[in-house]
């Protein structure tokens, strides 16, 4: 059973940076894409960023590209999101998921575990 805890979140002023981080532990951890998520109130869940197993490949939401960046570190079977720039739409509930494949998948339903999430707060 695949487990995934995130961290990093926090309360942050606009323009700021932060980095999530994602601690994986049951399966091998280069053979599957891994991906953040984040849900603000009231809306629904959204991809933000994926990376391929091998790491060669990422993708990005449109509202984050040249913001964020998605990396993972295989010695230590974590991924990260850099966030830079921040901005108060930014706020929201942010999950890392681990798919069953090794590239990154184009449906929701690929995702086969998600950790319990942490929160990111963006205000003045």
């Known amino acids: 059973q695949e487990k995934l805890v995130e961290s990093g979140g926090g309360l942050v002023q606009p323009g700021g940076s932060l980095r999530l981080s994602c601690a994986a532990s049951?399966?091998?951890?280069?053979?599957?894409?891994m991906g953040w998520f984040r849900q603000a109130p009231g809306k629904e869940r959204e991809f933000v960023a994926g990376i391929s197993g091998s790491g060669a490949s990422t993708a990005y939401a449109d509202s984050v590209k040249g913001r964020f960046t998605i990396s993972r570190d295989s010695a230590k079977n974590t991924a990260y999101l850099q966030m830079n720039s921040l901005k108060p739409e930014d706020t929201a509930e942010y999950y890392c998921a681990q798919a069953g494949t090794a590239t990154i998948p184009t449906t929701g339903l690929a995702w086969n575990y998600w950790g319990q999430g942490t929160q990111v707060t963006v205000s003045s």
């Open positions: 049951g399966r091998t951890f280069r053979l599957y894409a």
